[in-house]
């Protein structure tokens, strides 16, 4: 048994002293391979009497385990090891600067046209959209402007060439024709927002060529004023994000509305900062008003069955005194920095569960 | 329209304060735009009593003074050369606010001596431009009293009056609305009243049979032996007040006239007159010069007043400077007409002249007023110039204004939502100078009164009854609604915020431009056609409307490119324009890449753009509008402003739903912008719209216990051989199997034969029911192979 005591010895020694995993490998082959030395030993078991082979084999057998149980902590220490050198070698600097993405960017008027349809679209109103080009009828008569009124002059309104029976296509001025063209497709109940792009020949500090108009009609049998204040109040509480906005509904004149009124509502002004639903002064947002029977009898209503509100305001103007955008011509500017500053993430998507603005 | 306080007190019995009248103009509808009330910044100031003046010891140009407020006695050093005992003075005290400054007043000391006090000038007190010395109140001005109430200061309000309001455009007119509202009372007008002539007049006057529409009547009359003096004080005032240079005592009556009761006049030189006056149109070779010094040509579209040699004046707009009134005037012939509304508009807008008779006939003056008014003012000429009379010479007559109007109280309630007492109601309409008869109880017959052309309707009254109830006592009424909102956007509008949304989310800025540009930018897209082109563009830049959103696209680049940032991705929701018909426009999201795929970087080398970046951008709107993105044809043609060779279309059908490419070198050259730029255009409208589906469930997932597998082949075939093309054929070969391909690799060149390139794609197989026999792999592979080599001529690679 002695015999045994020195393999033990000299073989845990190989394993400790062997000086990587190759080297540990031969050994391994050396000792438990098929020509492996205990392998040897147990082939010559079967040479022994019982007795001797019973006591021998068992004594054997714990050597091959000691010595196999070596050889896997010697091969996983070797293993560690290798790794943590591997490891060590793929250091890198992870202060560089990652992989560049691109985020785009949504304009603020159709941030601002999400926003306005969530409100409105609680309240019930569909959207509804017309052509830029429209005739004199759509623009003009039929929302009961008078021949000769300003507006249908050239000094006002951008014209297309004269066509073959003499008339002149506009561009279309408000959105208003968007509610004849609606209330010329359908019955009432209706509650509508139109809204999308309207042109004037005006280009200065405040005024643009072309810009963007919401407007909102609400026809029905028994609307009345007092349902246009209930319905701008809240529009205007949800849109500002604002409780109790002060407003002022003063008397105005509209060709396709009586009574007419302006809005204003209450704000503030120090240091440059404007705040809306403070302070001791009025700002002007929008004009309103009951929807004119005449504008009714052009569309086929008897205005004395059917009655109701409208109401039209500038987007632009909306979004500049939210999101503090100061000057109205950047809008149309494409001026990336602008963009950047000034635009919304594809995800800030309006609700007014989740709130309209991030 | 601007008046000052006493002004409008000459027609309103009010106590009302400068502030109060104010509010109430502007919550009536005659919106405020500014009151200038110097006697707002005088709080504090009081009359002062100088005791002593005497010379300041240490300063020759300083006195030394006692000021007595009624009070105390105070030390005040003073500079102006005016003050001496006994002068009564603008005082202020410390703490009071100097209005030209704005700095409050402190105790100081003044070359060692205390000063507990300042005496003002009028300009100190911002009442004037005097700065010569302190103002020297009148004698007899008593101490102590608050500095305002004994100055001489009239309030100015500057209203904007709509312009369905002509009667506001008098003092007269905003008073009697005050008193409708209840603001005070319409004192009578005795100024008005007919008078007594003493001569039959020398000129007559008629209107030409084809000028009668559009002068109804013209009032005249001679005024002999007048004096045209300076005009008294207190005429002069309000005049400046409200911004008019007093000129002489005639025409300043005629202003004075204009804006207090919103009656133009004109005053002729009558000797410098020939013969009787006649309202005709121009003559065509006409011309006059005008009181601004200007010369205009006269057009047989434009009223004049003539004498029997020459157009004399722009009738309703502007008199001739030969025939105006100056210091040596003594006869008179003062005109008093009545114009058609819309003839002046066009007259003064053909003309681009401006005046105050204009401004007043182009909004419609009351129509019987023409009488009235002469007697007015030949009132008014009698107490200034001396003088007398003829009597009135009339041409014409003066027209009926609206007629009565049937008015049912309730309507008040069913359209504005308030209720008002028939009684109010009625007396709101008399203060307003209707007459009204009640005829039951929901019955009114309101006579409206000549000036009020603007009211007409029932309706117009409703608007009367709720302007003078005021809009802030209109209820609040929330909309009635459903109580659980329901979906409001339609599919394809719903569908087009997911399409905008999701090139944001690709990284793209999305920006709005004009929906013109300039015609030659337009031809270069296709555009610029005669029917197209705007009659009266803002600018020659902005003259046609836009065939297309990408040049404007191209030139956002190009600017920002130009300010550092050439590395960008625009894109534009709006309208293209084929037609000058409502209607001939198109939807179209355009977007545009320029420069390269980004910044530099230390490991991920940016490229330029190309075509393949807006071709997955325009598959990425399609998927999000819920194209099946498999269904699209692909065709290598797009419009001539795409690079002939890189850029294609999308077809769903016949219909091409999209298109892109690299911008044609040459357009880019003409547009003057650097390129690499690539676009694309979706046109939104021809997408199929999204079906509302019967069910929300999705169909059930079919997913195979089986691992998929690939094999890979790669064909030799001709160059023009579209790698689609090969890779429908592969997807054909055994539809329930094959269920992706896709090309991994292209090779032209030199080990490849002239006109040939290697196309390899891999094919993905995936069994349902059990794992695939080599066999069975055998015979799949075999029918992609035949499939290719049938669909593209190639040969498989070994």
């Known amino acids: ?358 | 329209m601007k008046f000052t306080l006493s002004w409008l007190k000459d027609h309103l019995d009010t106590t009302a304060s400068v502030a109060e009248i104010g509010k109430t103009l502007t919550m009536i509808g005659l919106e405020i735009e500014e009151i200038i009330d110097p006697s707002s910044k005088l709080d504090g100031f009081v009359v002062g009593h100088v005791l002593t003046a005497e010379k300041h010891p240490d300063a020759d140009k300083l006195r030394l003074c006692t000021v007595t407020n009624g009070t105390d006695t105070l030390q005040i050093v003073c500079g102006a050369p005016n003050a001496r005992a006994g002068l009564k003075v603008a005082l202020a005290t410390p703490g009071c606010v100097v209005p030209a400054t704005g700095d409050k007043l402190k105790k100081g000391k003044i070359r060692g001596v205390e000063s507990q006090g300042m005496m003002c000038s009028t300009r100190e007190l911002c009442l004037g431009e005097d700065h010569d010395g302190i103002i020297e109140l009148p004698l007899d001005t008593p101490v102590g009293v608050p500095l305002a109430s004994v100055l001489n200061i009239d309030p100015v309000f500057d209203i904007s009056v709509t312009p369905n309001r002509a009667d506001c455009l008098g003092v007269r007119g905003v008073a009697r609305d005050l008193a409708a509202v209840g603001l005070g009372t319409l004192k009578a007008d005795p100024l008005v009243a007919p008078f007594a002539s003493t001569f039959a007049s020398p000129r007559k006057v008629s209107i030409a049979e084809d000028a009668q529409g559009a002068c109804p009547v013209f009032v005249g009359r001679t005024i002999r032996g007048v004096k045209n003096v300076e005009s008294p004080q207190w005429l002069k005032d309000r005049l400046v007040a409200v911004g008019l240079r007093p000129i002489s005592a005639l025409v300043d009556i005629t202003n004075y006239v204009t804006i207090g009761w919103a009656r133009p006049l004109h005053v002729f030189d009558a000797d410098k007159l020939a013969g009787d006056m006649v309202v005709r149109f121009g003559q065509g070779e006409e011309s006059l010069e005008a009181l601004n010094d200007k010369t205009y040509a006269l057009t047989t579209e434009m009223v004049v007043i003539a004498d029997q040699a020459k157009a004399q004046s722009i009738g309703g707009v502007m008199g001739g400077l030969e025939t105006g009134c100056t210091e040596s005037t003594t006869t008179v012939f003062l005109e008093s007409a009545l114009f058609e509304p819309r003839r002046i508009a066009k007259t003064a807008r053909a003309l681009a002249l401006e005046s105050d008779a204009k401004h007043r006939f182009e909004r419609g003056v009351d129509p019987q007023s023409p009488v009235w008014g002469a007697e007015l003012a030949t009132r008014l000429i009698l107490d200034l110039c001396g003088g007398e009379a003829s009597d009135l010479v009339i041409a014409g007559g003066m027209p009926a204004g609206n007629g009565p109007i049937s008015f049912r109280p309730s309507r008040v309630k069913q359209l504005v939502g308030i209720e008002v007492a028939t009684e109010i109601m009625v007396g709101m309409f008399e203060r307003l100078g209707c007459d009204v008869l009640v005829n039951g109880d929901d019955a009114l017959t309101v006579q409206p009164p000549s000036w009020r052309g603007d009211l007409a309707e029932e309706h117009d009254l409703v608007e009367e009854v709720a302007r003078l109830n005021g809009y802030d006592n209109l209820p609040v009424t929330p909309l009635p609604r459903l109580s659980m909102p329901k979906q409001v956007l339609s599919a394809a509008q719903k569908s087009l915020r997911l399409m905008t949304r999701t090139l944001v989310g690709r990284g793209l800025h999305e920006t709005v431009t004009w929906s013109f540009l300039p015609r030659a930018q337009a031809v270069l897209f296709g555009g610029g056609q005669a029917e197209l082109v705007l009659a009266n563009p803002i600018s020659s830049d902005l003259d046609a409307m836009r065939p297309s959103i990408l040049p404007n696209l191209a030139t956002a680049a190009g600017r920002n490119a130009a300010r550092g940032f050439p590395n960008l991705g625009l894109f534009e929701v709006g309208p293209q324009f084929h037609g000058g018909e409502p209607g001939d426009q198109t939807r179209v999201i355009a977007g545009l890449r320029a420069g390269k795929t980004g910044p530099r970087h230390w490991d991920a080398k940016p490229r330029a753009v190309d075509v393949f970046d807006v071709k997955a951008d325009v598959l990425a709107v399609l998927k999000a509008a819920g194209v099946n993105t498999d269904s699209l044809q692909i065709v290598a043609e797009a419009p001539g402003y795409y690079h002939p060779g890189r850029s294609g279309s999308l077809r769903l059908g016949k219909q091409v739903v999209a298109q892109f490419g690299d911008l044609h070198p040459a357009v880019l050259k003409a547009l003057d912008v650097k390129g690499p730029m690539v676009g694309f255009e979706v046109f939104v409208e021809r997408l199929p719209t999204p079906k509302a589906k019967a069910t929300k469930a999705r169909s059930l997932l079919q997913a195979s216990a089986f691992q998929p597998l690939e094999r890979d082949f790669a064909f030799v075939v001709d160059s023009a051989v579209a790698a689609d093309a090969m890779v429908r054929a592969a997807k054909g070969a055994d539809r329930q199997m094959i269920t992706d391909v896709a090309v991994f690799d292209l090779y032209q060149g030199p080990n490849m034969p002239d006109g040939k390139k290697s196309l390899a794609v891999t094919v993905t197989l995936q069994p349902m029911e059990k794992t695939l026999t080599d066999a069975e792999i055998e015979e799949i592979s075999g029918k992609v192979i035949a499939a290719i080599e049938k669909a593209t001529g190639g040969t498989l690679r070994s």
């Open chain 1, 1 to 358: 048994m002695d015999k045994l005591d020195e393999l033990r010895a000299e073989l845990l020694a190989a394993v400790s002293d062997a000086p990587d995993a190759d080297a540990l490998d031969k050994v391994r082959v050396a000792v438990m391979g098929k020509k492996g030395r205990i392998t040897d030993m147990m082939k010559g078991l079967g040479q022994m009497d019982p007795d001797a082979r019973r006591t021998f084999g068992a004594a054997l057998n714990a050597l091959k385990d000691e010595v196999a149980a070596a050889l896997d902590s010697r091969k996983a220490a070797f293993e560690t090891a290798a790794l943590n050198a591997r490891l060590e070698s793929e250091r890198v600097d992870i202060s560089l600067t990652a992989r560049p993405e691109t985020e785009g960017t949504l304009h603020p008027i159709s941030q601002t046209i999400d926003e306005v349809i969530a409100i409105f679209g609680q309240m019930g109103f569909e959207l509804a959209e017309g052509p830029d080009i429209e005739d004199d009828f759509h623009n003009f008569t039929a929302l009961n402007f008078p021949p000769g009124h300003p507006a249908r002059e050239m000094h006002d309104t951008f014209f297309l060439p004269e066509r073959e029976d003499g008339s002149r296509h506009v561009l279309r001025t408000h959105t208003s024709p968007v509610q004849i063209r609606t209330m010329k497709s359908r019955k009432p109940p209706i509650r509508v927002i139109c809204l999308g792009r309207t042109y004037r020949c005006d280009s200065d500090m405040t005024h643009t060529p072309m810009f963007h108009q919401i407007e909102g009609l609400v026809i029905d049998t028994n609307i009345n004023m007092g349902h246009l204040k209930g319905c701008l109040k809240e529009f205007v509480e949800a849109y500002f994000e604002v409780d109790n906005v002060p407003m002022q509904f003063r008397p105005s004149f509209f060709p396709f509305t009586e009574p007419s009124a302006e809005v204003d509502i209450g704000c503030s002004r120090k240091n440059g900062e404007l705040k809306i639903g403070e302070g001791d002064g009025w700002l002007e947002i929008l004009g309103c008003g009951m929807v004119h029977p005449n504008v009714l009898k052009s569309c086929g209503y008897d205005p004395n069955e059917v009655q109701g509100f409208a109401f039209g305001m500038g987007l632009e103007r909306i979004a500049m005194l939210k999101y503090g955008i100061p000057d109205l011509r950047t809008f149309f500017e494409s001026d990336l920095r602008w963009l950047r500053h000034y635009g919304f993430g594809c995800l800030d998507v309006p609700t007014l569960t989740g709130g309209l603005t991030r």
